[in-house]
């Protein structure tokens, strides 16, 4: 039975993240929502309904540069703007090494969607696209500014509430909270690929050799 779910996940996977999913315009109606706690929650549902267990949400993977080095990064607080609701309120700390830097900016939905048709027809699901805008602290060593766009999945409990999307989080190529840019340092003016995301990270071509879930390859495991 477990065998089936995997193989029907990773199809479902592919449906979700598909280019020819026909969906439904979202962004007038995501403004009702507060769903800051998508890039916050500690913890999520394994399952839909019928699962009452937790999984512990792992911290991002990310990197930084061309030679993949590890880049970890932490949103401590996201506050939507009261005076712009699809504007949010980003408070945070990123890691390079052993460099740590506080971390202040907006996150900025752009576009919303829901799919027409769901693999599971009784749950609504969609997601939400936009601009982020990061300042860590001038006062601090090393820092820049983080910048790019992101893809965030939700979908709807039974009581309409939107939830951070682990539906399919036991199949192949899981992902969530999407996040692709550069960080551009403020003295060096250095521009370099600053990638993250929930459990996979986007662009990153060589570095992940996994399959089933995230691995990095023997290239650039010295990296961090």
Known sequence: MKQIFIIFGFLFSGFIYGQETKTTAFLSEITKYDISDLW??????????????????????????????????????????????????VYGKTRVKTNICSFQGLIKINDSKTYNDNEIPSVKQGFVLGVYEFYEDKDQNGTGILKGKFRTDFYFDKNGQIKYNSLMFIADGFKNNQFEGTWIGYNSNDSKNCNWGDYRIPDSKNLDCG???????DKYVSNG
């Open 40 to 89: 916050t929650l500690k913890k999520f549902r394994t399952e839909f309904e019928s699962d009452t267990s937790w999984i512990e949400r792992l911290e991002p993977f990310g990197y930084i540069g061309e030679n993949y080095q590890r880049f970890y990064i932490h949103f401590t607080s996201v506050i939507q703007n009261p005076n712009n609701i699809l504007e949010y309120f």
């Open 211 to 217: 399959t089933g879930e995230f691995g990095v390859s």
